[in-house]
């Protein structure tokens, strides 16, 4: 799948989803944000509606073409990791996106629900939500208790205080340059 996309289904976790959106936006990054089901609007866990800008009929989930440059981002958040975990064309398109060269990003529950269903994370470090490291663990990952990092082609955030640095984890992956202009705007800097 090309591009950048976060996808959203009822029950994600505000900050993961939006601050993240946020942050690859300042640092001039084309977001899309892709609802996973027929129509736009998508519920947070708390209640906030995001109107998507495409629904997943919507938009092309082949991975012709896919590079490491192209970003699938999963926020956490319940009931809404277990939502995009249930989705099977979503699951069947990030397989075949990580396997094309793409690049995954998960957060907070996240990588265990969601990256947990890819068939292997052999050598892969990762970080997410206590509680949901077993199955990336029973995959071949090793779970470091980080913020957020970068492994290879996967990309981990914690949890949602740290959806910020997990957005510059993306950033930096994606234009490093970028990053500092970024902290800056957001005052992220030590005095």
Request: aromatic share 8%; with cysteine.
């Amino acid at each position: 799948m090309k591009g950048i996309n976060i996808f959203l289904a009822d029950g994600f976790e505000d900050m993961e989803a939006l601050a993240t959106n946020d942050v690859l936006r300042r640092g001039g990054i084309d977001v899309n944000l892709i609802s996973i089901y027929d129509d736009t609007p998508v519920s947070s866990s708390h209640g906030v509606i995001v109107d998507a800008a495409f629904t997943l009929d919507g938009v092309d989930l082949g991975a012709y073409g896919t590079g490491p440059e192209d970003i699938m981002i999963f926020p956490g958040g319940m009931p809404g990791t277990k939502n995009l975990a249930a989705c099977e064309p979503l699951m069947d398109a990030m397989k075949a996106h990580y396997a094309a060269g793409g690049t995954l990003a998960a957060i907070c529950a996240a990588p265990g629900l969601v990256l947990g269903k890819l068939d292997s994370l052999e050598g892969v470090e990762f970080t997410c939500f206590e509680g949901f490291e077993e199955l990336p663990m029973s995959k071949g990952g090793k779970f470091v208790p980080k913020g957020a990092l970068r492994s290879g082609r996967i990309i981990t955030g914690r949890s949602a205080g740290h959806a910020v640095s997990f957005g510059l984890e993306i950033l930096g992956m994606l234009h490093p340059e970028r990053v500092e202009d970024v902290k800056h705007s957001l005052y992220l800097w030590t005095v």
